[in-house]
């Protein structure tokens, strides 16, 4: 059996405790953004991937839209199922691995938000086939809504500073990160505690990418219009400008 990456080691049993990360707690302005950018058209189909423990998803169902919602680990993938059904809408939770997605030209808007999947993949190739299982899910007129990691961020900044200062007690924490220049690349060891109060640490790491490498993978994979905006926590607008500043990216990228 081959050995988990740290990626599904790190969603082993911890959701409730994920639902708590600082990182997660803009999502209703996220939604609005989503909202806008589709004009509000309740008919469109969208596949919400990376959904964790589904808040974006639930979110949007509770709005009146209809999703399917895909994600690597059971664990966030029951907890997701638990507050869907709280929250009284019906959503269809699948486990799939974005890099092989069975689904063909089926869905009007993809999202992938807090980095769900894609940069978190081991090399480039597995990160650029999310995005090419992503763009066959959509159909020929298809939007695709994501957020990565700003490479423009980590030559002006410590990482590990800025995950420091963003984080409250309890959360995930980060520690030696090291910035590779000639893979993008952030290493460090993250510390999380499981749902079970079991103290995980594991060695991660992320690819950062600049913008014009976002354009040229998503033009390449057919996209006709890519637009890059800086990602504010529960914020998202067109009219933030990507800067240094930035820890994320917000990508909007369409077919027709």
Known sequence: MPMKQWYESLFDNYAQKYDQECFVQGTAGECDFIEQEIGRNTALRIIDIGCGTGRHSIELAKRGYRLMAVDLS????????????????????????????????????????????????ETDEMNFEILRNVTHVLKDDGKL???????????????????????????????????????????????????????KELACNERYYV?????????????????????????????????????EMLVVASKG
């Not at 390449?220 to 400008?241: E, H, M, P, Q």
Request: hydrophobic fraction near 40%.
């Open 74 to 121: 059971d664990s966030q993938l029951l907890r997701a199922r638990e507050k869907a059904k709280a929250a009284g809408v019906m959503i269809d939770f699948q486990k799939q691995d974005a890099r092989n997605l069975p689904f063909r030209a089926e869905f009007d808007l993809a999202i992938m938000l807090c980095e769900g999947g894609f940069p978190l993949m």
């Open 145 to 199: 809504i994501f957020t990565t990691l700003n490479g423009l961020f980590p030559l002006y900044h410590s990482v590990e500073q800025f995950c420091a200062d963003a984080g409250k007690t309890g959360n995930a924490t980060y520690r030696s990160n090291t910035f590779d220049l000639m893979t993008f690349r952030d290493h460090n060891i993250t510390a999380i505690e499981d749902d079970s109060g079991t103290i």
């Open 211 to 247: 913008p014009c490498e976002i354009a040229w993978l998503l033009k390449s994979l057919g996209y006709k219009t890519v637009d890059i905006f800086g990602a504010k926590l529960g914020a998202y607008s067109r009219n933030d400008t990507l800067t240094t500043e930035d820890f």
